[in-house]
């Protein structure tokens, strides 16, 4: 069964830190790019990171530029996104999103460009609450 598992969500006062986790099952990751993204109520779905599959090049949205820090680990098929500095409005549910590479790169990915295959594989979502 081919699986995405975001985990690591929950409550953290402004200014904490929490380190997110994409796990996949049933594929391989190293031939896809992987992005997180998020959504809070009311808005709109916003790319917030997104890493090459192999060369380590990544992006970030200007929202969390030196905040936020994207990293994967291809022999445990996982990728992680560490956040500090959290703000009051990071809250959101955490999506994390894989495309192969033959599909696009890693920065169309964040950019919202078309998944024209539809291979794109995504998570159910984690809920990250920023609250005093």
């Known amino acids: 069964q081919v699986q995405l598992v975001e985990s690591g969500g929950g409550l953290v006062q402004p200014g904490g830190s929490l380190r997110l986790s994409c796990a996949a099952s049933?594929?391989?990751?190293?031939?896809?790019?992987i992005g997180w993204f998020r959504q809070a109520p009311g808005k709109e779905r916003e790319g917030v990171s997104c890493?090459?599959?192999?060369?380590?090049?990544?992006y970030y949205g200007d929202s969390v530029k030196g905040r936020f820090t994207i990293s994967r680990d291809n022999a445990k098929n996982t990728v992680y996104l560490q956040m500090s500095s959290l703000k009051p409005e990071d809250p959101a549910v955490y999506y994390c999103?894989?495309?192969?590479?033959?599909?696009?790169?890693?920065?169309?990915?964040?950019?919202?460009?078309?998944?024209?295959?539809?291979?794109?594989?995504w998570g159910k979502g984690t809920l990250v609450t920023v609250s005093s």
């Open positions: 890493i090459g599959n192999s060369d380590g090049n990544s």
């Open positions: 049933g594929f391989t990751l190293d031939n896809y790019h």
């Open positions: 999103a894989a495309r192969p590479t033959y599909s696009g790169s890693y920065y169309g990915l964040c950019a919202g460009q078309t998944d024209v295959y539809g291979m794109d594989y």
